[in-house]
């Protein structure tokens, strides 16, 4: 990426690279500058980082912060990549520990952690390539499960901008908008490096803002990444843009969108919404894109033709023969976990945990996640059935669904955020009885204020365990009596 940035900084010095929303207006960056800042993290990196030992990295999103990244990796410097979060300030020294880390460095520095400036010398390029192929290191969501450490590298995630660029058409006339936190998978490939190697101009921001979308939006971003969650705030926003706005792509990653959440955002933008499915482990497996012909309704789009993929059956009663639990090896896929294995079959493909059905064409629907299912006496509880039945239930709001194992046997349990105090639980049960075969009923089910989420939007399982684990024995209702 290295030799992008120094193309565009000889080729276009002038012309803006990032720029950051920052206290209600959005502060530009150039090619040049963002070269030069990069090159003097460099000079830094080459002469204070020899030992081999990893750097951890919070990025805030702002153009420093990538420049620190452009910098350690321009040394040859392996990076654990987070995003910027001052809570978090413990788990990031426990991380820092846990790999061995040659230094932390954020924002703003602080007890153990170098600050952005503290490690940005002087410099006027060149921003030189690596010596090596670097590790960049990342977390999963947590979504379902315990997260753990993802072992990706540079080109890789070069690699993956390309593939953003050539599908979507990222050009240096395009300005991306990505309210979402670089240190992620999808912002990582899909607006950092997609802007590197196309040229576009960047739209990023700290922290999420319908204010900063809008303002961007204003000011000429044409690509819009997002999550589920943000398209749901940003459909409910009562400003349509019609043909008045610039945009001319809205991207989704991060989980499945809601087909209410896709109408309301379409209607505002006025735009498709393309979705893309991929893991922090495999990059895209597959993306919706602008054709003719409509994509399915619950797809997730094509798989990409540099995935390779096979399906291996799913044993599963009631699934279609045509339907199994998706393997695949893609041009971005990771080289294992850290301080675990590569998380590799004996084929070199990567078991996503997901069941799916690919038709001819390769047009693929996600049915399930393999590890989402519960084990309910041998029968196999699907929690997205059941958190759609709950949502259905006009006194739900949301749910999420998990099992839970005692004395050696799963159970069902329902997080669910009620619409009004005086719903009752027992009528929530009842309206699951009447749609549900029994073992599919919650044993249990949890009422909490709001669904504890991480910073894409999907439901914090770890998080949501532990409010279950503290609700009191009011708040919980026990469906077992069946």
């Keep these: 990426m290295h030799r992008h940035v120094e193309r565009h900084a000889a080729g276009r010095p002038e012309a803006p690279a990032v720029h950051v929303f920052s206290a209600g207006r959005w502060v530009g960056t150039d090619w040049l ?28 999103n702002s153009a420093e912060s990538i420049a620190v990244f452009l910098g350690l990796t321009s040394a040859s410097v392996d990076v654990l990549c987070l995003e910027a979060d001052p809570s978090r300030g413990e788990m990031q020294q426990a991380l820092a520990r846990r790999i061995g880390a040659g230094a932390s460095i954020g924002p703003a520095g602080g007890d153990s952690v170098l600050a952005y400036t503290d490690v940005m010398d002087t410099a006027k390029g060149p921003l030189e390539a690596p010596d090596r192929n670097p590790e960049i290191l990342g977390m999963t969501s947590g979504s379902t499960g315990e997260p753990r450490i993802v072992r990706q590298n540079l080109a890789n995630v070069e690699r993956g901008g390309c593939i953003y660029r050539d599908t979507y058409g990222y050009t240096a006339r395009d300005s991306l908008l990505g309210p979402i936190p670089i240190a992620h998978s999808f912002a990582m490939m899909g607006l950092l490096a997609g802007a590197l190697v196309s040229g576009a101009r960047m739209f990023t921001m700290p922290r999420f803002s319908v204010s900063a979308v809008h303002t961007a939006i204003d000011e000429g971003a044409t690509v819009l990444l997002g999550t589920p969650m943000i398209y749901r705030i940003l459909g409910m926003a009562s400003r349509p843009m019609g043909h008045t706005s610039s945009l001319r792509a809205l991207l989704s990653s991060g989980g499945p969108l809601p087909t209410d959440t896709r109408a309301r955002a379409e209607h505002v933008f006025a735009l498709p919404v393309r979705e893309i499915y991929g893991s922090t482990e495999a990059g895209v497996i597959a993306c919706q894109y602008d054709r003719e012909e409509p994509w399915p309704a619950g797809g997730a789009g094509r798989i990409h033709p540099s995935t390779r993929w096979r399906l291996r059956p799913a044993g599963i009663a009631g699934v279609p023969a045509e ?36 038709d001819p064409r390769g047009d693929l629907t996600v049915l399930a996640r393999k590890s989402s299912f519960i084990n309910v006496g041998g029968r196999k509880v699907e929690p997205a059935r059941v958190s759609g039945v709950l949502e259905a239930c006009t006194a739900v709001a949301e749910a999420h669904v998990f099992g839970h194992e005692e004395d050696g046997e799963e159970s069902v349990h329902a997080a669910v955020v009620l619409r009004a105090p005086h719903a009752s639980v027992a009528d929530v049960l009842a309206f699951c009885r009447e749609r549900l075969a029994a073992y599919e009923v919650p044993h249990h089910v949890h009422v909490l204020s709001a669904l504890p989420r991480t910073t894409l939007g999907k439901a914090d399982l770890i998080a949501i365990k532990q409010a279950c684990a503290l609700s009191s024995a009011a708040g919980a209702g026990d469906g077992s009596g069946r």
């Design 33 to 60: 500058r963002l070269r030069d800042m990069a090159a003097g993290v460099s000079e830094h990196a080459r002469r204070a980082y020899r030992t081999g030992a990893p750097v951890l990295l919070a990025l805030d």
């Design 323 to 358: 339907a199994g639990w998706l393997h695949v090896r893609t041009a971005t896929l990771f080289a294992g976990y850290l301080g675990g294995d590569d998380g590799l079959d004996a084929n070199g493909l990567y078991d996503t945990g997901d069941l799916v059905s690919v």
